[in-house]
């Protein structure tokens, strides 16, 4: 028996946060805010249930039809109603005339239904992480903003370098670069710093930057030892200069 059916009739706020490229959280606020107005000029409220994220939880989402969809869209851009509208028109055309007694066809539809579940589930996973991490910067980024204040204005020094971009500049880390200032006998490790040999002292290889900044209403200093222009120019030559004679000694 042939008969005429309607593969989906509603869209869920999901699904609307998908094609739209918004929050889902941020399109329940957008439709909670919409159904009052909605509800006053005759209309049922929007209908709410619940599905489950991939850890289980039970979350609210609304299942709209076609005019509530489009009427929702009106808070939307115009890229966004767009989607909107071609989303529709895709499932409309899925109206189609389906041979229920062909085992095969109906398998087909609940195929096509599961792997359409599948794929949404994995998108609402994907944005998930992808809030939670941006979450989590936001917490480094504020735990970290007196260095890194502090890091920015030593960096644009015109005269100073760390330790770390004069090994970026040598292709090395800045561990392998002290490491390697240590076995030339430049600098050795004094209550958790590095030091520079008397030899090398009060040559202008260094500059010492103090910064004060505020740590949740306290005060407090921070000192670090950066390279001069002449310092870097020192480091380079002696790098260079070792390396040389490492390859001399590999070939001899």
Same mark, same amino acid.
């Given at each position: 028996?042939?008969?005429?059916?309607?593969?989906?009739?509603?869209?869920?706020?999901?699904?609307?946060?998908?094609? @739209?490229?918004?929050?889902? !959280?941020?399109?329940?606020?957008?439709?909670?805010?919409?159904?009052?107005?909605?509800?006053?000029?005759?209309?049922?409220?929007?209908?709410? &249930?619940?599905?489950?994220?991939?850890? #289980?939880?039970?979350?609210?989402? %609304?299942?709209?039809?076609? !005019?509530?969809?489009?009427?929702?869209?009106?808070?939307?851009?115009?890229?966004?109603?767009? /989607?909107?509208?071609?989303?529709? +028109?895709?499932?409309? *055309?899925?109206?189609?005339?389906?041979?229920?007694?062909?085992?095969?066809?109906?398998?087909?539809?609940?195929?096509?239904?599961?792997?359409?579940?599948?794929? /949404?589930?994995?998108?609402? $996973?994907?944005?998930?992480?992808?809030?939670?991490?941006?979450?989590?910067?936001?917490?480094?980024?504020?735990?970290? @903003?007196? !260095?890194?204040?502090? %890091?920015?204005?030593?960096?644009?020094? +015109?005269?100073?370098?760390?330790?770390?971009?004069?090994?970026?500049?040598? #292709?090395?880390?800045?561990?392998?670069?002290?490491?390697?200032?240590?076995?030339?006998?430049?600098?050795?490790?004094? &209550?958790?710093?590095?030091?520079?040999? $008397?030899?090398?002292?009060?040559?202008?290889?260094?500059? *010492?930057? @103090?910064? @004060?900044?505020?740590?949740?209403?306290?005060?407090?200093?921070?000192?670090?030892?950066?390279?001069?222009?002449?310092?870097?120019?020192?480091?380079? &030559?002696?790098?260079? &200069?070792? *390396?040389?004679?490492?390859?001399? #000694?590999?070939?001899?």
């Amino acid at each position: 028996m042939n008969q005429l059916v309607n593969i989906k009739q509603t869209i869920t706020s999901r699904e609307i946060a998908e094609l @739209t490229g918004k929050m889902h !959280k941020h399109v329940l606020d957008a439709i909670r805010n919409m159904e009052q107005s909605w509800v006053k000029v005759g209309q049922p409220n929007f209908r709410l &249930s619940e599905y489950k994220d991939p850890t #289980g939880r039970r979350l609210p989402q %609304f299942e709209l039809n076609k !005019k509530e969809c489009l009427y929702i869209a009106t808070k939307f851009n115009d890229e966004a109603r767009a /989607r909107l509208i071609i989303r529709w +028109e895709e499932l409309e *055309t899925k109206a189609q005339t389906v041979d229920f007694s062909n085992p095969n066809t109906v398998l087909q539809l609940v195929q096509n239904w599961a792997d359409e579940q599948k794929k /949404r589930e994995i998108a609402e $996973q994907q944005v998930r992480i992808k809030e939670e991490q941006l979450q989590l910067q936001g917490k480094v980024i504020e735990q970290n @903003t007196p !260095k890194v204040n502090y %890091f920015d204005k030593v960096l644009q020094s +015109e005269s100073a370098y760390t330790t770390t971009q004069i090994a970026k500049e040598l #292709g090395i880390t800045a561990t392998s670069l002290n490491l390697r200032l240590r076995n030339l006998q430049i600098q050795y490790k004094q &209550s958790g710093t590095w030091v520079l040999y $008397q030899k090398y002292q009060n040559q202008g290889y260094t500059k *010492t930057r @103090t910064y @004060t900044y505020n740590n949740n209403g306290e005060t407090r200093t921070t000192m670090l030892t950066v390279w001069t222009e002449k310092g870097r120019l020192f480091i380079h &030559s002696q790098i260079k &200069s070792n *390396t040389s004679e490492r390859k001399k #000694g590999v070939l001899a």
